[in-house]
């Protein structure tokens, strides 16, 4: 990649140079959330929202829409509708994996409760449909729509295939289209379609964000395997001890000789995990190589990502997503 | 009331009516909660779709739609969508209230887990939503939106009043809107949209499924407290044991003493319950005749309903829809 470290950051690059509009979304966003009868839901959202992470969903949406010149209004209303999508979205998967940390502070079932976390997260997916509704784009509510069907189907899909050894590659491959790269493809996407770009401009849009968001979630796998838990806020073999097949594993799995077959099986299938079993782990993803299998299996989708971008017009943004491509795999480079 | 117990009830009536439209809403509910990927989605939603229940909200689209003469297709994916938008908030409730049947049967988070039931729900909102972007109504899309917005908004405000003893009779109706009768509105009055009725008529059918969705909340409410348990399939006093402040309770400590409250306090406010105090709590109920006073009112809500479509065009299943309005308060006469 050969990033210097020093430079600015692309998402903060980008975020530079959407300002004007990203401080738009935020107000829209604190507009939305607030609610006339029940404060427990500005106080939940707020929570997580304040959190910060890198609004990136919102952003891809908003440099989609300007790098397809759209002028109008509305690329605020759907760069609001994505955060809140993936708000609620982040707000239920809490509650299923269980989780007690998020963003390195306490989750919100953690603070409040699981019932919160459910019908707060209804909520927010209700106001992000009345919001794209305000749109007045059909073709963009039927994008979304699409997005949060294969979004939660992508997550049942999880569940039963987490633990399951027989998943292999192409299963990954959909639960991960799923759970992360759905919402990216649909929020770069819409970016193009409210700016009524060309057939092939939304199309390169599309496949941008879905690569794109492939790419962010195999790092996301890797680091779980090899990552400073100082600078990802969450502990290496996170996974492992959750029982989630991720890439290395099935990596793993698909090389394994019976011996270390029946290790994955007790640990991954039946969950019976002993002391010094995340330690063999690594131990057989290092022996296949798998991290390093995996890892180029990101870079290939961030290359992919790049490509896609390369017939829209020469502009700053293309350019600043581009990079952006690089950094999400820059991480575990 | 005067309703001939013999004749057939005024839903089945409509079901009978209707039935041809009916068929095709359940063949289209089968088509949108199958899964490609996911067969846990169809698994968990047949548990709940084919336990019955009476269909009432679907029904109730269908009927405003033929009573205002729509003969085109999408009064059909308008039914599934209200029927989905029902079974998604069904699956979330029973997670939220930690419940272990319903409809006489154990619900999908005992027979699967808490997750199924969190993320099947969220897929079949995603379906709701794909549905009604089919009819390319941006207007019952705002309608729905909004609908759902309001459901989510009475759920989370029902979590933090339930329990709380300032929780007045226009808390309580705030609750039950938004619980229950934000979708039997909405199911009403999208009928009339799609079949581009006059406003009056739109107005009026709002107003019915409003008053309607009242009345039908109240009469559970009640029937909590004086229901035959064989009839309703719950337990008397589950909403006191699941300490929620529901009308009869309200009434009554509208009008406790000081020694009545401090029992309140401690039941509901606080959850301290002991052997015998849901006797007590019926004695209180009885001693300031909250029962009959909370009949009374959804009398006046079945009434209002009927007031409602008077001016609608003189129609069979006007006259079922009135029909309606007894039945559902006649439970309690």
Chains 1, 2 share one sequence.
């Not at 440099?63 to 759209?70: F, H, M, P, S």
């Not at 449909?129 to 699409?146: K, W």
């Not at 190589?289 to 896609?308: G, P, V």
Request: charged share 25%; glycine share 6%; aromatic share 6%.
């Amino acid at each position: 990649m050969g990033l210097d470290k020093s430079a600015t950051k692309p998402h903060e690059a980008l975020s530079a140079v959407l300002a004007e509009d990203m401080a738009a979304v935020n107000t829209l966003i604190t507009q939305r959330m607030a609610s006339k009868h029940a404060p427990r839901i500005p106080e939940v959202t707020a929570h997580l929202v304040d959190a910060g992470g890198k609004r990136l969903r919102p952003m891809l949406t908003l440099a989609a829409a300007k790098l397809c010149g759209y002028t109008g209004p509305f690329h605020i209303h759907l760069a609001a509708t994505v955060e809140f999508i993936h708000t609620a979205t982040l707000l239920h998967d809490d509650v299923v994996d269980e989780s007690g940390q998020r963003r390195g502070r306490p989750t919100a079932n953690l603070l409040w409760d699981n019932k919160s976390s459910v019908l707060v997260g209804d909520y927010l997916f209700s106001r992000s449909f009345q919001l794209m509704v305000e749109t007045g784009s059909l073709r963009v509510l039927d994008i979304l729509a699409n997005a949060s069907a294969t979004i939660a189907e992508g997550e049942v899909l999880q569940l039963t295939a987490a633990q399951d050894l027989r998943t292999d590659e192409s299963i990954y491959l959909q639960v991960v289209r799923g759970k992360t790269a759905a919402l990216f493809s649909a929020a770069t996407q819409v970016g193009g379609v409210i700016a009524q770009a060309d057939e092939d401009f939304v199309q390169a849009l599309y496949d941008y964000g879905d690569a794109l968001g492939i790419a962010f979630q195999i790092v996301d796998d890797l680091l779980d395997y090899q990552g400073d838990s100082a600078v990802t806020g969450k502990n290496i073999g996170d996974d492992f001890r959750e029982r989630k097949l991720t890439l290395p594993v099935i990596k793993a799995v698909a090389k394994a000789d019976a011996e270390e077959r029946a290790f994955w099986v007790r640990t991954i299938e039946k969950g019976k995990q002993v002391e010094g079993d995340l330690d063999h782990a690594l131990s057989l993803l290092h022996k296949h190589d798998t991290l390093s299998a995996t890892r180029q299996d990101a870079i290939a989708w961030a290359d992919k990502a790049k490509d896609a971008i390369a017939l829209l017009p020469d502009h700053d943004i293309r350019k600043m997503l581009a990079d952006l491509a690089d950094y999400v795999v820059a991480r575990i480079s």
